[in-house]
């Protein structure tokens, strides 16, 4: 996936003067000498150029790790650490690069430390959360920010895919296609917070598409890529009349993005594919969108800005294809009684259906298949609502997950995991049937009572923990998930009804 960024961690060790700074660069030599042994050395730099003890070897070691590539900072202490100083790097760090600040610290490795070596980093930290606050500087901090060297790795490895989505959307610019369909205001959202987030907004007419992609009637490589296509289809590839069309529309977005990135880096697309899109274009654009999505480029349908941004975010933190749902429908009662009931640990109402009419990768599909739109065909001519990619969604962990602006310009988010399970759909688009504990609940009390939109980001793979340090790290004022049924929404009627 060349649209998410790679990232280098730029190790600083820092040390408050009146104890030995040999703590320091001794544990930071062990702690990098952990993150090689357990993990990938080209991930992260030991900063070799000082211990930061002051101000002005503060702005040396900036200087070094911006010089040597780092994308990201791990402020260490290995000892108390100076509180001034050393967030003092994270503030300037964080002004002019706009990229992601951690701190973690050292533990004590043993009783010999106790008598002359202690560190009393723990004590540090609490220090250094304070000034960080007094500065207003974000930070990621672990859940539990001491350790040895080996847990300090761990730490600096768990904030890595945290430091790629932010860093990704730092450099990442969205194009929208069209005002959202009628009826379809719950993905309209203010983009003000995009730009307060980093993200650039492109904004263009359907006519402006329209018209590129009659620029590229004729081009020279629309035959390699539906060939790629119909390879990729394989026995799926039930409407093969249509392929030099979709071709020829992944070639417009692949030529749009790059002839319009500007100054930024990576793309996303909220893509307008309803009403007027079939009539005009002569098909739906929904494959196209699963095989650019698989490639690292998500492309949302029904213009869904925040949509678009929150697979973005997905795919940079787990490194591979997501995808966009509606929280679509029930699941039927004979469907859980003969197939869920009895086999897996879910109530009813922890179950629901997630679909889109086809805009989930083929690689995520059982069986897929090129088919037409049936809900569209039902009032237009079929021909022109070929394009969608059907097949039930692979069973396996996912996360479902949302950032969303509301209409008053607040920042809210919600993040659940749970599962797609083996149950056949015996329904239409890429779907499946979905278990998250508590959905029900979860349902009602976080995405009805926040107003949060149909569309939901799925990743493949459980990777709450991650979405909800960026989350917090972007300042997202509230962020939902499904709590147990020991524990009420604050909504939550306490009395049965």
Request: proline letters at 5%; one cysteine or more; aromatic letters at 10%.
């Amino acid at each position: 996936m060349n649209n998410i960024p790679t990232i280098k961690v730029g190790i600083v060790a820092v040390s408050r003067d009146c104890f030995p700074e040999s703590l320091s660069v001794n544990r930071r030599a062990a702690l990098v000498r952990a993150y090689a042994e357990k993990y990938a050395a080209s991930d992260i730099y030991e900063c070799p150029v000082c211990i930061v003890e002051s101000e002005v070897q503060a702005m040396q070691a900036l200087e070094d790790v911006k010089a040597a590539g780092c994308n990201a900072l791990a402020v260490y202490l290995g000892n108390f650490g100076p509180e001034i100083s050393e967030t003092l790097l994270a503030q300037k760090w964080s002004e002019q690069t706009g990229c992601p600040v951690m701190f973690c610290a050292a533990a004590e490795e043993n009783t010999a430390v106790l008598k002359d070596d202690r560190g009393d980093a723990y004590c540090g930290m609490l220090n250094a959360s304070y000034n960080l606050k007094l500065r207003g500087v974000k930070a990621y901090i672990p859940a539990y920010p001491v350790g040895t060297a080996a847990e300090c790795a761990d730490m600096i490895r768990a904030f890595i895919p945290v430091a790629r989505a932010l860093v990704g959307m730092k450099d990442l610019k969205i194009f929208s296609f069209g005002p959202r369909p009628q009826n379809f205001m719950a993905c309209n959202a203010p983009i003000q917070q995009l730009y307060n987030m980093g993200v650039e907004v492109e904004e263009n007419s359907e006519l402006d598409l329209f018209e590129a992609f009659h620029k590229h009637s004729g081009d020279a490589r629309i035959p390699a890529v539906a060939a790629d296509m119909a390879k990729e289809l394989g026995a799926g590839n039930k409407k093969p009349e249509i392929l030099a069309k979709l071709a020829q529309y992944e070639l417009t977005l692949l030529d749009w993005i790059e002839q319009h990135k500007g100054c930024k880096k990576y793309a996303a697309v909220a893509g307008k594919c309803w009403p007027a899109f079939q009539t005009q274009f002569g098909f739906v654009p929904c494959y196209v969108n699963a095989r650019l999505t698989g490639r690292g480029i998500p492309v949302s349908c029904e213009v869904d800005i925040y949509g678009a941004l929150s697979e973005y975010i997905g795919a940079c933190i787990s490194g591979e294809s997501v995808t966009l749902l509606d929280i679509n429908n029930t699941v039927p009662k004979d469907i859980f009684d003969a197939d869920i009931a009895g086999k897996f640990a879910y109530k009813h109402t922890d179950t629901f259906m997630g679909f889109h009419c086809g805009n989930t990768c083929a690689a995520r599909l059982c069986r897929p298949e090129m088919r037409n739109q049936k809900i569209m065909a039902r009032s237009l001519p079929e021909e022109v609502t070929n394009g969608t990619l059907e097949g039930d969604i692979m069973p396996g962990k996912i996360t479902f997950y949302r950032l969303q602006s509301t209409a008053d310009n607040r920042l809210l988010a919600y993040v659940a995991q749970g599962e797609v399970l083996p149950v056949a759909t015996r329904s239409f688009g890429s779907i499946g049937i979905f278990a998250i504990p508590e959905m029900g609940r979860f349902y009602r009390h976080v995405l009805i009572e926040n107003g949060f939109p149909h569309h939901g980001a799925v990743a493949f793979g459980h990777f709450g923990g991650a979405l909800f340090e960026v989350f917090r790290y972007l300042g997202v004022e509230k962020v939902g998930y499904n709590l147990p049924a020991s524990l009420p929404y604050p909504t939550e009627n306490p009395f049965a009804m």
